[in-house]
């Protein structure tokens, strides 16, 4: 069964560094998204991506955030800047236009970001 | 702003018991509703959905319910397994944007 895939699994870095958070979407699906999840509180949406653009971005997604399809395959969340308050656990989720799975997201198993 | 509500942050059940986890919305413009379970250190997976031409899907063991002249929709369980101790999100989408999910619903299935 196709699934979403991410990595790593769990990135530690020190406040003020970058980070790239890489995500493989399901392979057919053209719309991703990225969301977090801080320790104890909601996912929370972060931004849409479809046809090489983003569609839609929270406001959390300020100016410290960037995402990238680089290579067709790839679907990457960049932090320039990070913050301690960056830590979370961030998903990647992919979509499909079919019918059958037409608002159907399916997420990837999350990547553990910690800032210190 | 709580977009999407589920007042009980935590429910215990007996194994084989019917289990209903709630979701309360606001913006009369969702028009898509899923529920994600996810389990620790994973990401959230799919459950059910259901659209608002709807009031009821039904899947197995699960069933949505939605009521949309009271903004709420339900999830049944039944029967409750332990496997299915999680927390349990509800999600709401307009018009095919982005999701968004109440704060979630840790679902305790006791043997």
């Known amino acids: 069964e196709p699934e979403v895939t991410q990595t790593p699994s769990h990135q530690v870095t020190q406040m003020g560094q970058e980070v790239i958070l890489r995500c493989v979407p399901i392979s057919n699906h053209l719309y991703f998204y990225w969301y977090r999840q801080i320790l104890g509180q909601k996912v929370e949406f972060l931004v849409s991506?479809?046809?090489?653009?983003?569609?839609?971005k929270s406001e959390i997604f300020d100016d410290q955030f960037s995402v990238e399809r680089p290579d067709g395959s790839n679907f990457t969340l960049k932090i320039r800047s990070t913050k301690l308050e960056d830590s979370a656990m961030y998903f990647c989720?992919?979509?499909?236009?079919?019918?059958?799975?037409?608002?159907?997201?399916?997420f990837g198993p999350g990547t553990r970001l910690t800032v210190l | 702003d709580q977009q999407v509500k589920q007042n009980s942050p935590s429910l215990s059940v007996q194994e084989g018991r019917i289990s209903i986890l709630n979701c309360d919305y606001t913006n009369s413009m969702f028009d898509y509703f899923l529920w994600y379970k996810k389990y620790p250190a994973e990401g959230p997976t799919f459950l059910i959905s259901i659209s608002s031409i709807k009031d009821k899907n039904e899947d197995g063991r699960f069933t949505v319910f939605l009521n949309k002249s009271a903004k709420h929709l339900s999830l049944h369980i039944v029967p409750s397994q332990p496997g299915d101790s999680a927390v349990y999100f509800c999600?709401?989408?307009?018009?095919?944007?982005?999701?968004?999910f109440g704060p979630g619903t840790r679902l305790s299935v006791l043997p």
């Open positions: 989720a992919s979509r499909g236009t079919g019918k059958v799975s037409y608002n159907e997201q399916f």
């Open positions: 999600a709401a989408s307009a018009f095919g944007q982005n999701f968004v």
């Open positions: 991506f479809y046809n090489n653009e983003i569609s839609e």
